[in-house]
């Protein structure tokens, strides 16, 4: 079991930056694949980013490459996502989520979810 708490979220004005945190519970935070997944109003869930278990792979959707980066720390047993130039496009819940799956950019393939935080960017 991993519990996941999300932080870090806000109102920011557009071009600026925030940096989320995801902590997780438990011992085997290494062992799973993080990703970041967002939620507008009325829209599906989406997925934002994703990083290995061992940190050697990330991948992001087309909309925030070059604007946003996710990392992880399994020695703290968090992940990160430092979101530069945001846009008021980009105003969602962000859920972090973790899978023991390989690195997927599938919602359905996470076991576990935090219950969100709420990042809302103004023109």
């Known amino acids: 079991q991993v519990q996941l708490v ?3 979220g806000g ?4 071009g600026g930056s925030l940096r989320l945190s995801c902590a997780a519970s438990g011992r085997t935070f290494s062992r799973y694949a993080m990703c970041w997944f967002r939620q507008a109003p009325r829209k599906e869930r989406e997925f934002v980013a994703v990083i290995s278990r061992d940190d050697a792979n990330t991948y992001y959707r087309d909309s925030v490459k070059g604007r946003f ?3 992880r720390d399994n020695a703290e047993n968090t992940v990160y996502l430092q979101m530069n130039s945001l ?3 980009d105003t969602a819940i962000y859920y972090c989520a973790a899978t023991l799956q ?3 950019t599938m ?4 076991q576990y979810w ?3 935080t709420q990042v ?3 023109s």
Do not use: R
């Open 6 to 8: 999300e932080s870090g």
């Open 11 to 14: 109102l920011v004005q557009a």
């Open 69 to 71: 980066t996710i990392s």
């Open 87 to 89: 846009k008021p496009g």
């Open 102 to 104: 390989t690195i997927t």
């Open 107 to 110: 919602n359905y393939e996470y």
């Open 114 to 116: 935090g219950q969100g």
């Open 120 to 122: 809302t960017v103004s």
